[in-house]
């Protein structure tokens, strides 16, 4: 349903722009959009590489699971069902980490959002029941 309406939100945008005589500006304005959003993307891309090569070099030394050990009491006490060894915990407690250092500052919280998230969503499945009816 989003689609349709920002196709027609797009049309009436280019007809009325025609109509009006300033199709130019839109084509300008369209082509700036695509110039603006590639060089995001490719600025983004370099952000999240180095971001995630850091985790790397931090899983490799251990950092993270030691973050989880520091973490373990509140794991424990949020999520009882979920066992000890399991890697859902590991990045439950990356996630906390990152949250954290968005509160103090840091705006590190999206980069790990972004790859951990949906990490947490697949390996907490198969852990709970599957629901037969849909939760709104």
């Not at 130019?24 to 603006?36: I, N, Q, R, T």
């Not at 999520?79 to 996630?95: D, G, L, Q, V």
Request: hydrophobic share 50%; aromatic share 10%; charged share 15%.
């Amino acid at each position: 349903m989003l689609n349709y309406i920002w196709a027609f939100m797009i049309l009436i945008g280019i007809a009325y722009a025609s109509l009006t005589g300033n199709i130019e500006a839109v084509s300008s304005a369209a082509l700036d959009s695509a110039k603006e959003a590639v060089t995001l993307c490719i600025t983004m891309l370099g952000i999240m590489s180095m971001w995630t090569g850091l985790m790397e070099i931090a899983k490799s030394a251990g950092m993270i699971e030691a973050a989880v050990r520091k973490c373990d009491p509140l794991l424990r006490f949020l999520f009882p069902r979920i066992p000890k060894t399991h890697p859902a915990r590991e990045y439950i407690a990356t996630n906390m980490i990152a949250k954290a250092g968005w509160i103090i500052g840091l705006n590190l919280r999206q980069t790990f959002y972004t790859r951990f998230r949906s990490q947490i969503g697949s390996s907490i499945l198969p852990l709970h029941p599957p629901v037969s009816f849909a939760l709104h």
